[in-house]
């Protein structure tokens, strides 16, 4: 299990539990509209305090069983505002274990590299902790500051239009991005 609490130069990055449901409610129900751009449909209940509660849940007890991890990043100079989240789900297929890559950014604090700097962090966890040399990014070809944000991370587009995904209520075609961690210093 990699570390439940990681500070960054402007970050705290946090693994929380259900007891966090109403602030990780409140980064969704401020961020809907530009979230629901790029994220799949969600189901009628995403939007109450105790489907996150339940989800927390499992996403908690997932990380203790070494299968996802998900940090919720906050400022420093705002410790008690979620911001965001990156999460890693961590997988194996034909080429052995890997990761998928998520992140989310509260459309306040966009542009001004807190997802660089987060990714960034987890992505040392991923690779010192989990020993994972690989993370895979599946991306909307329309969603551009996501793109911009893999390229900047060193990722390569390795596949076009292996994954569907029902975003908006429409089928929406991911491409697919790999970084090899054991190029990182």
Do not use: W
Request: proline share 3%.
């Amino acid at each position: 299990m990699g570390p439940t609490t990681l500070r960054t130069e402007n970050l705290i990055l946090r693994v929380e539990n259900e007891f966090k449901a109403k602030e990780v409610l409140d980064l969704y129900t401020r961020n809907k509209i530009s979230f629901d751009m790029y994220e799949p449909t969600r189901p009628r209940n995403f939007y109450t305090i105790d489907y996150h509660r339940a989800h927390l849940r499992g996403e908690y007890n997932n990380y203790l069983r070494g299968i996802f991890l998900r940090y919720y990043i906050y400022t420093n100079y705002r410790p008690d505002r979620i911001i965001g989240s990156v999460n890693f789900n961590i997988k194996e297929d034909n080429f052995g274990i890997y990761a998928e890559l998520g992140y989310k950014i509260d459309l306040l604090y966009q542009n001004r590299g807190y997802a660089c700097e987060a990714v960034k962090a987890g992505i040392k966890v991923i690779k010192e902790i989990y020993n994972i040399n690989r993370i895979v990014a599946h991306i909307a070809p329309g969603n551009k500051p996501s793109l911009r944000l893999a390229e900047k991370l060193g990722f390569e587009k390795i596949d076009s239009a292996t994954l569907c995904a029902n975003i908006m209520s429409q089928n929406v075609y991911l491409d697919s991005y790999a970084l090899n961690t054991s190029d990182i210093q």
